[in-house]
């Protein structure tokens, strides 16, 4: 039978700080660690040593919507939601965190009550396509200052049938008019659309990158696993050398564009002049099964600093990045390493 003495400590407490702070890395969930906060002077003191964060948006709010008229990022707005929840909880030690003038809805005001995060994930409620009904696309983005490369893979499934698909050795004859739907014209809206999805969402994160001077690696994705945005330790360190003339002019462009207050295009970063790697099979059936009508990939590179590449080494560095984006993902992994089989065609795209 169990028994405890007078002065007998509590056994947790003779548990080591980096032991809890390894606990804490892994439950790494903001809305979690903040309520560990309260339990006690100990727990207030660790959780902000944490330096694996997950960050969870419930609702995205649009530019339009916000609340805010002293031209504060759209970033805030975007987790209004989230941080209204959370306000309650941490308004305890409100103190304790700088500038406290500023809204709590802000994520950099909440993110300020950590001392050195190292790896930082944001995942937003649903993915930023609106796609017809039948078609996936998946893409994924690594940014420094700009954009540095984007693979997409896109495919319509067999219940939707043939229509739409344009033939790509038909070097842009008769099947890609009207007849097929405009085929082409929609991939290269797909890609559009996923490149702004992810300039977008690489903007949100500007802020939080200036302020988290210890952060190594930072992921933005959807619980849809849509989109994901990757800035690594060699894209946050080019992030932060960039000049502050520079950033405050591409903010002050995009707060003061006049787009409607569509967040898409007020609230991003440009897009480079950029060479797209394009690959098509009208019909694939996959070892599962599974058949991908019109399954298009796409690889996507800044023309700027890319030098001159001949066909092996421009093939060579689409395998790897294909296999960094969609190497774990079972089917996916399979149509990109058989798309990159297939015959490419190469687009380019002036800077928006």
Not at 135 to 161: D, E, P, Y
Not at 173 to 179: D, I, L, Q, R, T
Not at 213 to 225: G, S, T
């Amino acid at each position: 039978m169990a028994y405890y003495l007078p002065d007998e400590s509590d056994c947790f407490d003779r548990i080591p700080d980096p032991i809890v702070l390894l606990i804490f890395n892994q439950i790494s969930d903001i809305k979690t660690l903040m309520r560990c906060r309260s339990v006690s002077k100990r727990f207030n003191s660790l959780v902000p040593q944490t330096d694996s964060v997950l960050l969870r948006v419930d609702r995205v709010i649009s530019a339009s919507d916000s609340e805010f008229d002293d031209g504060v990022s759209f970033v805030f707005t975007l987790f209004k939601s989230l941080f209204k929840s959370l306000q309650d909880l941490i308004s305890p030690y409100r103190a304790s965190l700088p500038d406290p003038t500023r809204s709590q809805n802000s994520p950099t005001q909440i993110l300020r009550g950590f001392d050195g995060i190292k790896n930082l994930r944001i995942e937003l409620p649903s993915g930023d396509l609106r796609l017809e009904k039948g078609t996936t696309i998946k893409w994924v983005a690594r940014f420094g200052k700009t954009l540095k490369s984007c693979v997409i893979l896109g495919f319509r499934n067999s219940g939707t049938g043939l229509e739409g698909m344009v033939d790509f050795n038909n070097n842009g004859g008769a099947g890609a008019g009207a007849g097929a739907g405009g085929g082409l014209k929609m991939r290269v809206v797909w890609t559009i659309s996923a490149l702004i999805a992810a300039s977008a969402r690489h903007y949100m994160m500007l802020d939080v990158i200036s302020e988290q001077n210890h952060l190594a690696n930072l992921i933005v994705n959807d619980r849809e696993n849509e989109g994901t945005v990757i800035v690594d330790k060699d894209g946050l360190k080019e992030c932060r050398n960039s000049s502050i003339d520079e950033a405050e002019e591409e903010i002050n462009e995009s707060r003061n564009g006049s787009d409607g207050g569509l967040w898409w295009k007020t609230n991003r970063t440009t897009v480079p002049a950029v060479r797209m790697r394009m690959r098509h099979e009208a019909r694939m059936e996959l070892s599962g099964g599974m058949i991908m009508e019109g399954a298009t990939l796409v690889v996507v590179r800044p023309l700027s600093g890319a030098g001159e590449r001949n066909e092996v080494e421009e093939q060579s560095g689409d395998m790897e990045l294909a296999a960094e984006a969609f190497g774990k993902e079972g089917i996916y992994a399979e149509a990109a390493e058989r798309l990159l089989k297939s015959r490419s065609y190469i687009l380019e795209m002036n800077s928006f």
